[in-house]
């Protein structure tokens, strides 16, 4: 085998690259190329010249033996060419010319390479950035090219433009304009440029026809055109703003329509006969609720009244009574003795319930007795009766029950002869009422169900078939077929702690003085107990151990009331109130929220906190705060006032007494 190595020195030294061959001697003669077994590095070649030495190992032998001296390894000819580089790629680190770096490892030009540029341009040489400046500029002068390099110029009147348009070489606007233009011309592209150029047809342009379709008609459509509309009231015309059939129109879908005035929320409605002024319907459709009957008596003439509900059951009259005379709204029927009649056979539907209503202006008259202002043979009557210092209203129906009739009568209503009064009578299967100007006359519970079956049966106005004659004006009557209880007949009963008698319009029912349990027991709500109510038997002696106990209440604690302080555990009096409101509720606050009425405001009072349990609290009045009642205590049954004990709920201390009102619906 034979052994090449490479040093850097001729002699000594450790082996920069080496490798080993086995190869055939031809008289002593051999050829390879070395790097066949270890690859060889150019860095081998780094450190200048390079020896190489062979050693040889024969048959037998266990070590090489190095041949000497070592061999000088030198270039080809050709390789001298390296030298210099001529149309190849260059891979260095840097570059330097004559020893001075031109390029630096990241390829890049380095400052000593000398940078320069012309006027505004300016060059960093340490950033090697180019920028824009106005060194060398005068003030108004622009970068542009001369030809031959970017330098600063000075703007000249250099800008041109066509026709219509302005150059302004200082401000280098354009703008157009009408030099150069004659009168109707405007810019037009003229496939080169823009310039000056006249509409096809002329300055104005030339209308050659014109022409109408009926109602509107053209003369001389070719020259000067005239252009006409047709009026008239025949068809193919139009109407002129002047037209009385604007403000005085005689039919509607054909049908008449009333000349009548109508008054204020009126509507337009078919009366059976004509379109009329009439009030809106209410209450829902006929026979399902809502009106089977509807007069509002604005015939100014004739013997019909039209029934506006729906069901068209007009009711007739022969005499004893006049239309067309004065009217709550609009006009109204003058009732004089006669008696207006929905025939039988009608369709009036059968109801479990009842509304009628009317506006009535009775007659000061010699007239005595009860006169029908509306009844329904067989289910309902509704009456004004009259006599000396009388002036009330009754009301009857007639049920399904085994005891069948319910009557209420008003007392001293004085029911005015001298101008319009609303009446209304209700019955809703259990109770009957009479309200005069919207509010409760007369009311009687009346638990009997259903209306009779009247299906069919005569409706009549201002009278019976026999009698009962209503003197005076009549307007407005209408029926419903359901009880529609009018918002004064809702009534709400709330506590008033604190008084003997109700306050602020609510009306006292029951006055009582505040009891509850003993404030050391298992307490109790407190409950408002009448001191006029019998007494019932006295317990036996076995039940005193077993009875639940209630005593009177007293107060204790800090009066937080304005005003002298009360004696000492003064009784709590009490009082059950009624107003007619839909619905009363207490809240824990000084005013009530939007949308309510305050009936009164007070304290919370409630039992001491270290008693067992604890009552619900109780809004108490002390602004109008009932002093009189006894101060002796009675066995402990003892509120006190509640304070809020939380920095979160106190707006001004950690504690304070807690306010609290009554608040109602309006």
């Known amino acids: 085998g034979i052994k090449f190595s490479l040093y850097s020195a001729e002699t000594g030294g450790t082996a920069l690259w080496e490798e080993t061959q086995t ?54 000819a050709y390789a001298l060419n390296a030298r210099s580089v001529s149309g190849g790629a260059v891979n260095a680190s840097s570059i330097s010319v004559n020893n001075v770096q031109v390029f630096d490892s990241q390829g890049r030009l380095t400052a ?42 000075t703007p000249g009147s250099n800008y041109t433009a066509g026709q219509g348009l302005t150059v302004d070489n200082t401000a280098r606007t354009i703008a157009l304009s009408t030099s150069g233009c004659s009168n109707g011309q405007v810019l037009q592209f003229n496939g080169t440029s823009w310039a000056c150029g006249t509409i096809s047809g002329g300055a104005g342009g030339t209308v050659t026809s014109v022409t109408g ?85 604005e015939e100014a003439a004739g013997n019909t009244f039209n029934d506006t509900s729906g069901l068209s059951n007009n009711a007739t009259f022969t005499s004893g009574l006049t ?6 709204t609009g006009v109204g029927a003058n ?19 009842v509304f009628v209503e009317a506006w009535i202006w009775p007659q000061s008259v010699s007239m005595t007795g009860q006169g029908v202002i509306a009844a329904k043979q067989g289910a309902w009557s509704f009456r004004y009766r009259t006599g000396p210092s009388v002036s009330d209203l009754d009301f009857m129906v007639t049920t399904r029950a085994s005891s069948p009739t319910c009557t209420i009568t008003t007392t001293g209503a004085a029911i005015p002869t001298t101008t319009w009064s609303h009446v209304a009578a209700y ?20 638990a009997k169900g259903s209306l009779a079956s009247t299906a069919g049966q005569p409706l009549t106005l201002g009278g019976a078939a026999v009698g009962e004659r209503y003197l005076g004006f009549l307007d407005s009557l209408r029926v419903r077929s359901f009880a ?30 505040a ?88 304290y919370l009072y409630s039992n001491h906190y270290t008693s067992h349990g604890g009552s619900s609290p109780i809004c108490l009045d002390t602004t109008n705060f009932d002093r009189t009642a006894p101060t002796t205590p009675d066995n402990q049954g003892y509120v006190y006032p509640v304070y809020s004990y939380s920095t979160t709920l106190a707006t001004a201390q950690a504690v304070q007494h807690v306010r609290c009102s009554i608040c109602c619906v309006p």
């Not at 004089?336 to 059968?350: H, K, L, Y």
């Not at 019955?427 to 009346?446: E, F, P, V």
């Open 112 to 153: 000593a390479a000398g940078y320069t540029a012309g006027p505004g341009i300016s060059i960093d040489s340490t950033s090697r950035s180019i920028s824009l400046n106005s060194s060398g500029c005068t003030n108004g002068q622009v970068l542009a090219v001369n030809g031959t390099s970017w330098s600063c110029v």
């Open 427 to 446: 019955y809703d299967g259990l109770s009957i009422a009479i309200t005069i100007n919207g509010t409760i006359s007369a009311t009687a519970a009346c």
């Open 323 to 328: 239309a067309g005379a004065v009217g709550h």
């Open 213 to 297: 379709t009926a109602p509107i008609s053209v003369t001389t459509g070719t020259t000067t055109p005239v252009i006409s509309v047709a009026v008239g009231t025949a068809a193919g015309t139009v109407a002129a703003g002047n037209d009385s059939r604007f403000g005085n129109a005689t039919s509607l879908q054909g049908r008449p329509v009333s000349n009548t005035g109508p008054s204020a929320n009126q509507v337009l409605a078919w009366n059976g006969s004509a379109w009329a002024p009439a009030a809106p319907p209410s209450g829902g459709s006929a026979g399902t609720g809502g009106l089977v009957a509807n007069f509002e008596f």
């Open 515 to 602: 009891a509850k349990n003993h404030y050391t027991h298992s307490d109790s709500t407190p409950e408002c107990l009448p001191t006029n109510q019998a007494t019932g038997p006295a317990p036996t002696a076995a039940a005193t151990n077993g009875g639940n106990l209630l005593y009177d209440m007293h107060l204790a604690g800090t009066w937080p009331g304005p005003g002298t302080l009360p004696p000492n555990n003064p009784k709590v009096r009490c009082a059950l109130c009624g107003v007619n409101k839909p619905y009363c509720t207490q809240v824990n606050a000084i005013t009530c929220p939007a949308g309510f009425v305050t009936q009164y405001t007070g």
């Open 23 to 76: 190869l055939s001697l031809n008289g002593g003669f051999y050829s390879t190329h070395i790097g066949k077994v270890m690859p060889l590095q150019t860095s081998v070649f780094d450190s200048g010249t390079v020896f190489l030495e062979l050693s040889v190992r024969a048959q037998g032998d266990a070590d090489f033996r190095a041949m000497t001296p070592r061999q000088r390894v030198g270039s080809v």
């Open 335 to 353: 009732f004089s003795g006669g008696v207006a009649t929905v025939a039988m056979g009608n369709t009036i539907p059968d109801s479990p319930q």
């Open 484 to 513: 529609q209880i009018p918002a004064s007949a809702v009534r709400h009963v709330y506590t008033q702690w604190g008084v003997s008698a109700c306050t602020n319009g609510g009306s006292t029912l029951l006055s009582g003085i």
